[in-house]
């Protein structure tokens, strides 16, 4: 007997006001003593909900329709109250999604794990062996006297994994648990997560977004789609050859940034809406390898070499056959999908004069605390220029300076010292750090940017028409019925046509990757010379985001745009940028053209962001 | 981060709001027009006879009005409120306010205060009660009957009280903060009466009291109970109550703790509706009766009372959510 059994649960949410959403269908799989299983899937699959499921944390709207967990031989629901509560945390222990409100925010560390001892009458002094706990996980002993407010995002995930292993449990279920993450402090995390499993032994049940740490770090990956497991097989063997067609999507979106060629691919479309009714794949919609009898027939989870798989053609082999040598598999992988490549950029770029001018320039924060000030210098004598029809992506961990400059190009800061320069076309000259007044607007709109949450950055009560009309009306002066046709125009340069459809939608009727469309074509609107991209994907599910890189980088070359692309992610960076920029606590620590830098990196530093990326393939071969 | 720099800089911000508050009650009067010795003599003289300057100039000296510019009458109006001096009432004359406000403050004090702090109290338990079993049969007992509660007009209520049981069964005085037949005092009789003149005032406040805490505290607490921490708790295997209190009342509380401090400073200006109603004796009737009768000196001194009681009741609530939410302390201090 297995560990942990779940057998064809289902969960439905069903809300007052809205139609019930079925998010988990019946889903089965075990996990034994000592595993570490994979749960991957794109946003709102229904992830955290088959985990909250068998954690039986679920609450209103949310309901168990059918099924069964089982763990450890006892039945979790149908188990009462105080049998579940003597099993929690002792042989079931879980991290949240987002740890950042995990831990209550008006007690100290200390309480919390002094509560989680006499919750189960663990003897001992609470102090040292919290103290223990916060080895394991290379924190220091004063993190038990903060308060959770006093610690940074990856100090707080460390505390939860900590509170996780305080009783040594048998299965440790991991939401998303370095998910927000720099990626230093996300390697840092895992590396000590699986030694630790190494030295004690627990299950691990990981749920993540995030192919390549999941492939990296498990035995085992189930693939889930639209509530149902679609795939649950080895992860080695996953690597090398991925039978359901969304796992081979998944997988093409992955790529290893060092490599002389990187391509990625992307799925097109959204996933499925399960508040209505489906006959057939729930997948067909997406699918590259879609016949007439998916649209009528829903597969079942059948097994398939070594594993499962939900597909009615690989079930019958007919599935395109892969080999996939470790250099190249995302692009044989990604190859059935629509593709994005380094993208190519007119040869003159590189020598056309720069629009944007950075020299020299710091920049220094004074911090009052208390009748103490101190203060730290965000960035360092940085330089460098921005070209129309290029793109220079600066990168490097949080802190590292990155929005700091960010703000002093679009001159929402002024430098401590240094020169910003802007070129307008008609060879006009001003000291961006100098503007005030009429002068500042006018170069604002030259000078535009992109968040990085899609989410917060449009009002969700107004429509997309509005949010184009208002940067229209101000920097075009265009109004009424010319302002619609501009906003219509500008939808469609990305991407979204037919644009009358767009037009009066709200934001939360829009996916993600629309939404940072939109975010997108109002940046345009004051058709500006520069724009500036910060972390555009980061919050975008892994199998869109080469959509908006695509679209960036179109964007480049057509309109001449120069681009500064904001990220600490150094996959997209290969993709979309010409040059990078490595900066490291505000010091510019490499530059040049992006195939050199990630390819070749000689600066430490971009060295270890390069190591930080989960790696798989490097896995699959040395395996 | 040094909590001593978030008690100071509050510390500050109450002197700086007092200051102002003090100057302004010291200006608003005294940019209207009118001369407030010939609104005396008026109302001495009644309404329509004419009236001597001499008598004007009488009644000035006597309620000390200050002559000279402002800034000298500014300087002599802060000496006097640091002496609690605010000169002579205008319909109770010749008592001075100081004396008017000694004699309301009490019944007010003692009829609101004890009121309020009941029903905080009743409030608090009853909403986290109603949380700590949301959706049950006892949630829709107390959140759907404290709405209802809630919608009728207190007047109305007020005035039922009085007419089942102080005019139908007689079972407690009707109006008023004493009975004739004692004298305010430390005695038996005296105390006695006092309080079988405020039963009904009591229940009519205690009644309508505890509503915005029961809601206030069952919303509060039902959303921390659905927040990620107060789930890691149970997952964590904590025992109900544990999680109930310390991960779900505890910072349920938090923003009601502010109110009540608030709530307790207001009391100063007393509550107009209940003393009306009851006719009783304390700083709400003091305040319509000044207010009524254009009662300058009385209506300052209680419009400064109600203001000070308010910003040290804000000052205290400051401190105390300092106290038990450290998250303030930080993004205060940051
Ligand atoms: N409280 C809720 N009420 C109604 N529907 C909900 C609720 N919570 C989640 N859902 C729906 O259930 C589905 C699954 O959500 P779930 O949070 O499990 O996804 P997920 O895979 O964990 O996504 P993510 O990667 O974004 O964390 C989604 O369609 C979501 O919209
Ligand atoms: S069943 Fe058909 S539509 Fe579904 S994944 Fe397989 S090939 Fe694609
Ligand atoms: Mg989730």
Redesign the interface.
């Known amino acids: 007997m297995a560990l942990l059994e779940v057998d064809h649960l289902s969960v439905t949410y069903t809300p007052r006001d809205q139609p019930a959403n079925r998010a988990v269908h019946d889903v089965s799989f075990h996990i034994s003593e000592g595993e570490f299983v994979g749960l991957l899937g794109e946003s709102g699959c229904g992830k955290s909900t088959l985990g909250n499921a068998v ?1 039986r ?1 679920l ?2 709207p949310a309901r168990i329709t059918g099924g069964r967990v089982t763990f450890d031989g006892v039945d979790l629901t149908t188990a009462d ?1 105080e049998k ?7 042989d079931l ?2 991290v ?1 999604q ?1 740890s950042m ?7 100290r560390v200390h309480a919390q794990f002094a ?2 001892f006499a ?2 009458k663990v003897p001992g002094d609470v102090t040292e062996r919290a103290t223990e706990l916060l080895e394991l996980v290379a924190l220091d002993r004063r993190v038990l006297r903060a ?1 959770p ?2 610690l940074s995002g990856g100090m707080k995930q460390r505390v ?1 994994l900590a ?1 996780a292993l305080a009783l040594r449990p048998k299965l440790v279920l991991l939401d998303e648990p370095t998910t927000g993450l720099d990626v230093v402090v996300q390697r840092g995390i895992l590396t000590r997560l699986a030694e630790l499993r190494r030295e004690l032994g627990f299950a691990v049940l990981f749920i993540s977004h995030d192919l390549g740490t999941v492939l990296e770090m498990a035995d085992r990956v189930m693939v889930m789609y639209g509530g149902e497991i679609v795939e649950d097989r080895r992860a080695a063997d996953m690597l090398r050859e991925p039978r359901h067609p969304y796992s081979r999507g998944l997988l093409g979106s992955y790529a290893d940034p060092r490599l002389p060629d990187v391509r990625v691919s992307y799925i097109p479309g959204r996933p499925p809406d399960l508040s209505r009714p489906h006959t057939g794949c729930l997948f067909a919609a997406r699918c590259p390898h879609v016949e007439d009898a998916c649209r009528t027939t829903h597969p079942d989870l059948l097994p398939d070499r070594h594993g499962l798989v939900r597909c009615l053609v690989a079930q019958s082999d007919r599935l395109p056959v892969v080999t996939l040598g470790s250099a190249d598999a995302a692009t044989t992988l990604g190859s059935h999908f629509p593709a994005t490549g380094t993208l190519d950029r007119p040869a003159d770029a590189a020598e056309a004069a720069p629009v944007l001018t950075v020299t020299g320039v710091s920049k220094r924060y004074t ?1 009052r ?3 103490r000030t101190s203060s730290v210098e965000a960035v360092r004598d940085v330089s460098f220029a921005l070209r129309p029809g290029v793109v220079t992506a600066l990168v490097g961990q949080s802190g590292s300076g990155k929005s700091t400059l960010a703000r002093i190009v679009t001159a929402v800061e002024r430098p401590t010292s240094g020169e910003v320069r802007f070129t307008g076309d008609d060879g006009t000259d001003v000291r961006v750090d100098r503007l005030r007044g009429a002068a500042l607007r006018d170069y604002r709109r030259h000078v535009q940017m992109v968040f990085q949450d899609p989410f917060s950055a449009l009002n969700p009560t107004r429509t997309v028409a509005y949010a184009l009309s208002r940067p229209l009306a101000n920097f075009a002066g265009l109004r009424g019925a010319a302002a619609r046709e501009r906003a219509a125009q500008l939808l469609e340069s990305v991407g979204l046509a037919p644009a009358g459809q767009f037009l009066d939608k709200l934001p939360h009727q829009l996916s993600g990757g629309q939404r940072q469309r939109v975010v997108t074509a109002r940046a345009l609107a004051p058709d500006p010379r520069v724009l500036i991209a910060d972390e555009p994907i980061s919050m975008l599910d892994v199998s869109i985001r080469a959509e908006i890189l695509e679209l960036l980088g179109d964007l480049v070359r057509d309109r001449r745009l120069a681009m500064l692309y904001i990220t600490h992610d150094l996959l997209s960076a290969r993709l979309l940028a010409d040059e990078v920029l490595v900066l490291n606590q505000g010091v510019l620590v490499e530059r040049g053209p992006t195939r050199e830098v990630i390819g070749a990196a000689r600066d430490e530093y971009t060295r270890l962001l390069l190591d930080s990326i989960p790696n798989p393939f490097a896995k699959a071969a040395a395996g | ?2 909590p ?2 978030y008690f100071v800089r509050r510390f500050l911000f109450f002197l700086g709001t007092l200051w102002a508050a003090v100057t302004l009650n010291f200006l608003i009067p005294r940019l209207q027009p009118g001369d407030p010795a010939e609104a005396i003599v008026s109302r001495l003289a009644g309404q329509s006879e004419s009236i001597d300057p001499a008598q004007v100039q009488a009644i000035r000296v006597m309620l000390g009005t200050p002559d000279g510019n402002l800034f000298d009458q500014y300087v002599q109006y802060l000496g006097a409120v640091l002496h609690g001096d605010f000169g002579i009432s205008y319909t109770y004359f010749p008592y001075s306010v100081t004396h008017m406000i000694g004699q309301a403050l009490p019944w007010t004090v003692i009829l609101v205060g004890v009121t309020q702090i009941i029903s905080f109290v009743v409030g608090t338990l009853l909403g986290t009660w109603a949380a700590y079993r949301r ?1 049950s049969r006892v949630d829709s007992v107390i959140t759907l009957g404290s709405t209802f509660l809630g919608t009728l007009p207190f007047f109305w209520l007020a005035l039922l009280l009085v007419y089942v049981f102080a005019i139908t069964l007689r079972w407690f005085p009707e109006r008023g903060g004493y009975g004739g037949g004692s004298s305010p005092g430390w005695n038996w009789l005296f105390i006695s009466d006092a309080f079988q003149h405020s039963v009904l005032p009591a229940v009519a406040l205690l009644i309508t009291g505890p509503i915005g805490w029961i809601i206030g505290m069952r919303n509060n607490m039902v959303q921390s109970l ?4 107060t ?10 109550r ?1 999680v109930a209190i ?2 779900g009342a ?2 349920a509380i ?1 923003p009601n703790v502010t109110g009540f401090a608030i709530a307790l400073g207001g009391i100063l200006g007393g509550t107009v509706l209940v003393e009306t109603v009851f006719n009783y004796p304390g700083m709400g009737r003091l305040l319509l009766e000044s207010v009524s009768s254009r009662d300058y000196p009385l209506m300052q001194a209680i419009f400064l009372f109600t203001t000070i009681g308010v910003l040290v009741a804000n000052f205290l609530a400051d401190l105390l959510y300092g106290f ?4 303030v302390r ?1 993004v205060e ?2």
Request: hydrophobic share 40%.
């Open positions: 954690l944390l609450s209103p109250e579940l509560r003597e099993l929690r945390w002792v222990s879980t949240f987002s409100n995990s831990l209550n925010p008006v007690i509560d989680t919750a189960h308060y407010h006093e939860a509170l911090t605390r208390g009748l | 981060m040094a001593v720099a959706n659905g927040e990620d921490h789930r890691l708790a149970v997952a964590r295997g904590l025992p109900r544990r310390t991960y505890r910072i938090l038990l939410d450290p998250r930080k201090s940051v």
